[in-house]
């Protein structure tokens, strides 16, 4: 076994966060890190890179540019690089497309010398005075030891596949529509299940692509509308570092219903992709409703079993309680993730403070609370939204995020994090 340095910093998973953390860091040298991904490179949300498909943030939400206007990594650099910045300058959109933005992401990674793929974290154990971290090479099986003084975990998140439904080849997570498109398109029945953003992209793309093939196409959400997105520009404004402030500041008690409250500007689907969708029904039904084609809401699936390799979809209009069975040869779900925490962390739980049965306390600085507390940090990018709000998944505000960490690593400010950033006022003055 092979032991390595001790480094101020290392980081596990390399998903967006951690990957501007590592570019943040990068830029410092008198801070050491390394970060470590299984996977053999950087690659975001491959299964729903659908053409057309836009990014919900602006382009200045990139891994560095809140941070540092003037960083290398900036997307603006990117696009420059790429000898695009003039066909982005017509563009003239703030958004971009998500496949441009996993492109810049993949440019980011190839150049930075801190971040080391195709390297599994199996072990991390606290020695009192740092941490050590085991990790495995994919491809040899080789174990090497590493030291630090401070983790931060950004493992991201998994599918969410609800218990009631049997697994099959024939339901398919988005996460994996590319991947399974043509399979997809070539059955007779297809059914769309979920809300959000990516139901609606998805049945967009189905739609758009049904004129080339024979199948009826569902859509099916619990929801009781198909409702928009709010992108009111003050509604946005608790997507701020202020904003996190605040809300980290409420009771475990008031920060649940706080996320209930804002569930209009967490979940939704974009204005206009809705309406995309409403525009192709509208000039298909020119000459005559299309007959497979159903939008149903107030529907909940219950279950889905395989039955002669078709499947048998159990569901329930809730409102007026009427429970009925449908038949599909595929079944997309767009029931969206749930954090992935890693199984070192769960080995350790009597040793942490907990808000709930699966929610860790984290502190304002992203620091996990242990029940006795620790000089070497252990930071969490993962399993955040009861601790920090509606933007810790949201990547505006990863990196204020990273900003607060190598703050605290380097025990003084080396990115100033804004504060007053917005018109609302959330308490009365003093």
Not at 120 to 125: C, K, L
Not at 181 to 194: H, L, N, Q, R, T
Request: hydrophobic fraction near 35%.
């Amino acid at each position: 076994m092979t032991k390595h340095r001790m480094y101020d910093l290392i980081g596990i998973g390399i998903g967006p966060f951690n990957l501007g953390l590592a570019a943040l860091i990068e830029e410092q040298p008198t801070l050491t890190s390394i970060f470590f991904d299984k996977e053999e490179g950087f690659n975001w949300h491959p299964g729903m890179l659908i053409e057309q498909s836009d990014l919900q943030v602006p382009f200045i939400a990139d891994l560095v540019t809140f941070a540092d206007p003037t960083n290398k990594y900036s997307f603006l650099n990117y696009v420059h690089k790429q000898n695009r910045l003039f066909q982005f300058f017509f563009y003239r959109r703030f958004d971009i497309p998500r496949r441009e933005y996993n492109l810049y992401a993949k440019w980011v990674s190839a150049n930075l010398m801190n971040c080391q793929f195709q390297s599994e974290v199996v072990a991390v154990s606290y020695k009192g005075d740092m941490y050590e971290v085991r990790v495995r090479e994919t491809a040899t099986k080789k174990v090497s030891t590493y030291f630090a003084k401070h983790i931060v975990v950004g493992t991201g998140s998994v599918p969410f596949i609800p218990d009631n439904i049997e697994k099959s080849e024939h339901v398919v997570h988005t996460s994996n529509y590319l991947h399974a498109a043509k399979d997809i398109k070539a059955s007779s029945s297809i059914i769309v299940v979920g809300s959000g953003q990516s139901a609606a992209e998805v049945f967009y793309e189905l739609l758009e692509d049904q004129k080339h093939h024979k199948y009826s196409l569902t859509w099916y959400t619990r929801s009781p509308i198909f409702s928009q997105l709010e992108s009111a520009k003050l509604g946005q404004e608790v997507f701020s570092p202020d904003y996190v402030h605040y809300f980290h500041g409420l009771s475990y008690e008031k920060r649940k219903e706080a996320l209930e409250r804002l569930d209009s500007v967490r979940n939704g689907v974009d204005k206009e992709t809705l309406m995309k969708i409403y525009d192709l029904l509208y000039n298909r039904s020119v000459e005559g409703r299309d007959k497979k084609i159903t939008i149903q809401p107030l529907t909940e699936m219950n279950s889905v079993k395989v039955e002669n390799n078709c499947l048998s979809v159990s569901c329930k209009q809730w409102e007026k309680e009427k429970k009925f069975t449908v038949q599909a040869e595929k079944v997309v779900l767009a029931t969206g993730y749930k954090p992935h925490i890693p199984e070192w962390i769960w080995s350790n739980k009597d040793d942490i403070v907990w808000e709930s049965e699966k929610e860790f306390k984290v502190d304002e600085k992203f620091r996990l609370v242990w029940k006795e507390e620790r000089q070497n940090q252990m930071y969490i990018s993962t399993n955040l939204e009861h601790s920090h709000g509606t933007a810790a998944t949201n990547l505006s505000l990863a990196v204020m995020r990273n900003q607060t960490i190598i703050n605290d690593v380097a025990g003084r400010e080396v990115y100033p994090i804004q504060k007053d950033t917005i018109f609302q006022q959330l308490m009365p003055d003093a």
